[in-house]
């Protein structure tokens, strides 16, 4: 079975529209943040941040899948010698709209460049939000383990009765305190920090992320045919991703010149419909 990428040009509070409901299973995308890329996307000041996202929070509640995930990576700008509670501000109104909060990955860019302010040191990370329809929801953990590390060795060498007994707490825990179950494997479940480089002399997009970022969550969400949307396209990224893994995709820009490079991409990938 083949599979497909759709690629829609113009403003995604409309295109977003156009989609059925109940259609995706996986929306991962990183609109433009408070006042930043303003050449290329005009900018929203942070205070009316909110108010021009919750109309798009809306359409994309509508189509995304009752056991689909939305991943939204933001991050917060500083103003006035603070920083801006807007990231905040959106959680709260998302939530309003029906929207689960249920996961919060940090995303650590590995290759930071140095930087120093009068007040503050240069931001390392970025916000990567999971939101969901339902507390039961589409997550294939296996595909993203990661080696146990050498941690293990001396950590599970001398176990505690602590450690041999399971945490009774009523938190919604997996193993609990009892790391006795992880003796002996070579492989782990990843913690919710992320350590990525960034997208490096990128030419083509002003705020590129890596292909390894929607990659790393389309594996986790999705299996092969499923559905991943991109309501803000840019350079790709997310879509590249998808073909990689065999999942369908659905891509919606609004600048002319990065729709025709991305269409141009794909249409010369192998065994994509488009």
């Not at 056991?67 to 905040?88: C, D, M, P, Q, S």
């Not at 919606?252 to 192998?270: C, G, P, R």
Request: contains cysteine; charged residues 25%; aromatic residues 12%.
């Amino acid at each position: 079975m083949q599979i497909s990428a759709k690629c829609l040009l113009g403003d995604c509070a409309n295109e977003l529209k156009t989609l059925d409901d109940n259609s995706v299973d996986l929306i991962f995308t990183s609109p433009p943040y408070a006042d930043q890329r303003k050449k290329t996307y005009g900018g929203v000041h942070a205070d009316k941040y909110v108010e021009w996202f919750l109309p798009i929070s809306q359409e994309l509640l509508r189509v995304q899948k009752t056991t689909g995930t939305f991943v939204l990576n933001i991050k917060e700008r500083v103003a006035n010698g603070e920083r801006h509670t807007y990231v905040l501000e959106l959680i709260i109104e998302m939530r309003k709209q029906g929207w689960l909060w249920t996961e919060e990955f940090i995303w650590h860019k590995k290759n930071c460049y140095p930087g120093k302010w009068p007040n503050r040191f240069r931001d390392s990370w970025e916000r990567l939000l999971q939101f969901n329809k339902n507390k039961k929801f589409n997550m294939h953990q296996e595909t993203v383990m990661v080696p146990m590390g050498d941690w293990a060795k001396p950590r599970l060498k001398n176990l505690s009765k602590t450690d041999r007994e399971r945490d009774e707490s009523k938190a919604e825990s997996g193993f609990g305190k009892n790391v006795s179950n992880w003796s002996g494997r070579d492989m782990a479940y990843p913690t919710n920090v992320i350590h990525m480089a960034t997208e490096c002399n990128n030419k083509n997009h002003s705020a590129a992320f890596p292909v390894s970022l929607p990659e790393w969550f389309i594996k986790l969400f999705t299996i092969e045919h499923d559905v991943v949307l991109d309501p803000f396209m840019g350079s790709g990224a997310t879509l590249k991703a998808a073909q990689k893994l065999k999942r369908n995709s659905i891509g919606v820009e609004i600048e002319q010149k990065y729709y025709d490079m991305v269409t141009s991409e794909l249409s010369h990938e192998q065994g994509y419909l488009f």
